[in-house]
């Protein structure tokens, strides 16, 4: 990524880059405590679903049955389950901008990644005579 072939970019574009770019990244950071949450809610879900056997088993068929019927067949999110709610993220959100990063840094920097901190490693290496 360093000395990559500068497309001449202006200020204001590098840090469209910039920023974009770290936007993508918070969003793939989002998508991964999305993933917690889904497995959380997931292990909860199954907990619940033991809780149900042993209120049945202790006798209390009325907690057991709304366990059952309405608890645990419902949605976490607008009757959407968790793993529906990843998917939707995943396939929409996620992969519009994702998308778009890709398209307007293929449009602007010939798809160079990380402009900005490839243009510091470059500054910072000079100083030294940097030979790896």
Request: charged share 35%; net charge negative; aromatic share 8%.
């Amino acid at each position: 990524m360093a000395d990559q072939d500068d497309p001449d970019l202006s200020a204001a574009e590098k840090k469209a880059l910039h920023d974009i770019q770290h936007a993508t990244e918070h969003i793939y950071q989002g998508f991964g405590d999305l993933l917690a949450f889904h497995h959380k809610v997931g292990r909860a879900m199954d907990k619940l679903a033991r809780a149900e056997e042993a209120l049945r088993e202790a006798g209390h068929e009325e907690f057991a049955d709304e366990l059952r019927e309405k608890h645990l067949p419902s949605g976490a999110v607008d009757d959407m389950w968790t793993y529906e709610v990843v998917e939707t993220f995943r396939h929409g959100f996620l992969s519009d901008i994702t998308d778009f990063d890709d398209r307007i840094r293929a449009d602007l920097a010939d798809g160079d990644h990380h402009i900005t901190e490839s243009e510091q490693q470059d500054e910072w290496r000079e100083r030294v005579d940097w030979e790896p």
